[in-house]
């Protein structure tokens, strides 16, 4: 690879594995310093992949993440010079502190709680949990497209403002200095979120003179896989450490990028596509039938042209859209699904694709797919952090440890706690619950209880209570932080249980998540008590992250994928066999703008003067979904589409596959 090199390619032509292998040989081959060689993915997930599949003899540091664990990375090593030209950081420390999401919200939840106090937001009707993601979500938006903060409330407002939506203008007023506020204090202290190590890196790091000199010495090749879905910050880091690499594979999907990325099309197609640099080499998918490949084309143009899809009779697609019901639905998914397997077709290969997450579709098709021994993954399913039994234990024993005055353990949450650490079935842990419950003056604590209790709980059973009572009552005298606290418990009384090592993983992430959220939210002083604040939003609001288990188990590939259309890009799916549900849903269309936020207006390729009307709005969200759309069917060989007239609720459906099919 000696010059600069887009490689042009149509969904499922193999750039991905094209960009392995040339990476592999630029390594094993050509005896290239890997450490030389940097390669930027979409995401962890899409790193992990890649490592997996480079195998090497030997070789020296392997650069592959996404562009934030790039600059998460610098950051961290260059900070000093960050230090020098950043006078907002007050905090000097040796190295930035990386927030959270926990933490990242609950600050922007005390941000909003303080301004809304003193009559800022007046008239807005949302809870401060929904406000703050979409705050977030806006910081995130601009960082990505280098946009001032001052800019963001007029440009949502223009893009939100009707006669129906008459929200004041003052919100979006207020929803800058909230925003301008949030970035200040967390900048003061040195702690970063997304948004603001995106922020520090552009203006401060990637203009420095020194950093350009260092950076274009360690680093000669540039390889980016799924450039179609980069965002205005990497087009310029590509640009500007360009004229210094000896050469730079792009890969890029020529059906185009879908999703929040969509709004930066036209400036990466000004600032990479049509740059005389690069020499673009076209790749096509071999394996595709020549007709789905005409009719994905087709169908992308009717469905941002509403018009109707001719000739269904002739579709390469199998359509059976006329079930009145939807149990009558799932039954047909389930038998094609079996009817797949019993033609030999690998497991795999199949994917289930709906419009949104299904789980009385994923519990039929789970309990079908047991009794002939096939695993079913869902893709799209968040499970939240409580979901995990072991999490779960963790979480009721802190309660019981610091008797929360506003956290209140329910009798049902004591029994499930009973169960897990004592050992006991259903009833058994239910009439414990009930004693202790009976017995406890208001909010639920752990009381003393004699060996004959109950003649149908076992003394046995009651020391082991009455020793966890006890271990609480003296680890409470320590003060310990949750974190510190967690660690004890696992240590002492979930280790040694069927499936304690297995869940390590989970309980590591738990406990991690809370020691950085106690640290950053220490630094504010804002919040009294950071132990409930933590545990109070793990309760309500946290969804797991994914651990090196569950990826591992996933990468695995034996399995049916249960999926939404972006969960399935996400994990990067290559499908043949797909299974479309209830087409005939509204929910296929995906809307990314609301009344606090809109991605297509935050972005450089936006007129920041012009008003966001629904014309705009419905030709993008048409736009965005096509492009998706005519990528899934790429990457297929067969596929049959199912549909309901009438949803659970007995409404009518005709969503917009519908109207197009």
């Known amino acids: 690879m000696n010059n600069h090199i887009i490689i042009n390619g149509e969904s499922g032509s193999g750039k991905t594995a094209y960009g392995i292998k040339t990476y592999v040989e630029m390594i094993s081959k050509r005896n290239i310093e890997s450490e030389k060689i940097l390669v ?15 195998i090497f003899e030997k070789s020296g540091e392997i650069k592959i993440s996404s562009f934030f664990g790039f600059v ?38 005390k941000t909003i709680d303080y301004y809304r106090k003193n009559g800022y937001l007046e008239g807005l009707i949302a809870t401060k949990d929904r406000i703050a993601r979409k705050f977030l979500s806006n910081i995130i938006n601009a960082a990505l497209s280098e946009i001032p903060l001052d800019e963001i409330g007029d440009r949502i407002y223009n893009s939100v403002f009707t006669e129906e939506n008459n929200l004041s203008k003052n919100i979006y007023k207020d929803m800058t200095i909230i925003l301008k506020k949030y970035m200040e204090r967390a900048l003061s202290e040195g702690v970063l979120d997304y948004s603001l190590g995106i922020y520090l890196y552009n203006k401060f790091l990637l203009k420095n003179s020194s950093y350009q000199k260092r950076i274009s010495d360690e680093i000669d090749y540039l390889i980016i896989d799924d450039l179609e879905m980069i965002f205005p910050v990497e087009v310029d880091f590509i640009n500007k450490i360009l004229p210094n690499l000896t050469g730079s594979l792009l890969l890029n999907n020529k059906d185009g990028s879908f999703g929040i990325p969509s709004t930066e099309s036209e400036y990466f197609k000004r600032e990479i596509l049509d740059k005389e640099v690069f020499t673009i080499k076209e790749m096509k998918n071999k394996e595709i039938d020549h007709k789905l490949k005409e009719y994905a084309e087709r169908f992308y143009k009717n469905i941002i042209y509403e018009k109707k899809m001719e000739d269904r009779e002739l579709s390469p697609i199998k359509y059976d859209m006329e079930n009145e019901l939807k149990s009558e639905m799932n039954s047909k998914i389930i038998n094609k699904v079996l009817e797949l397997l019993e033609r030999g077709i690998e497991a795999e290969e199949i994917a289930v694709i709906m419009p949104y997450n299904d789980l009385s579709l994923e519990y039929e098709l789970k309990n079908v797919l047991e009794h002939k021994k096939i695993k079913l993954m869902n893709l799209s399913r968040k499970d939240k952090i ?28 004591l029994r499930t706690f009973l169960e897990i650490i004592l050992n006991l079935d259903y009833i058994r842990s239910s009439l414990l619950a009930e004693i202790i419950d009976q017995k406890s003056d208001g909010n639920i604590k752990l009381i003393e209880l ?37 660690k004890r418990i696992y240590i002492e009384f979930l280790l040694k249980k069927e499936k304690g090592q297995e869940n390590i993983l989970n309980c590591r992430n738990l406990i991690d998540s809370a020691e950085n959220f106690i640290k950053i939210i220490e630094k504010f002083k804002v919040i009294e008590n950071p132990n409930y604040e933590f545990i109070k939003f793990i309760r309500e609001e946290s969804i797991a992250s ?3 288990f569950e990826f591992e188990e996933r990468m695995k590939n034996n399995y049916i994928s249960l999926t939404t259309p972006a969960s399935y890009f996400l994990a990067d799916k290559k499908c043949k066999y797909q299974i479309w549900c209830d087409i005939r849903s509204s929910r296929w269309l995906i809307k990314y703008n609301s009344e606090l936020n809109n991605p297509f207006v935050i972005s450089k390729s936006w007129d920041k003067t012009n008003f966001y009307d629904v014309a705009i709005e419905s030709m993008n969200d048409r736009e965005s979904f096509g492009r998706m759309m005519k990528r899934l069917i790429k990457k297929g060989k067969e596929i049959y589409c199912y549909g309901a007239i009438y949803t659970v609720s007995g409404i009518e459906q005709d969503g917009i596959l519908y109207e197009v099919i």
């Not at 961290?76 to 930035?96: A, V």
């Not at 046995?460 to 209570?465: A, E, F, L, R, V």
């Open 40 to 54: 930027l993915v979409q995401n962890r997930q899409k790193a992990m992949y890649w490592k997996e599949k480079c």
């Open 386 to 413: 409580t979901d995990n039994l072991f999490n779960y234990a963790l979480i009721i024993f802190a309660c019981l440890v610091y008797e929360f005055e506003k956290i209140e353990i329910t009798k049902d949450e």
């Open 72 to 109: 998460q990375r610098e950051l961290k090593k260059y900070w000093p010079i960050i230090l020098k030209q950043c006078n907002k950081i007050q905090k000097r420390e040796i190295y930035p502190i990386f927030m959270t999401f926990e933490a990242s919200q609950s600050l922007m939840n």
């Open 546 to 548: 994914e651990t090196m």
């Open 450 to 486: 004699l060996n004959d209790e109950n003649e149908r709980i076992n003394e046995k059973t009651i020391k082991k209570y009455n020793y966890i009572r006890k271990w609480i009552m003296e680890v409470k005298e320590e003060n310990l932080n949750v974190d510190k606290l967690w």
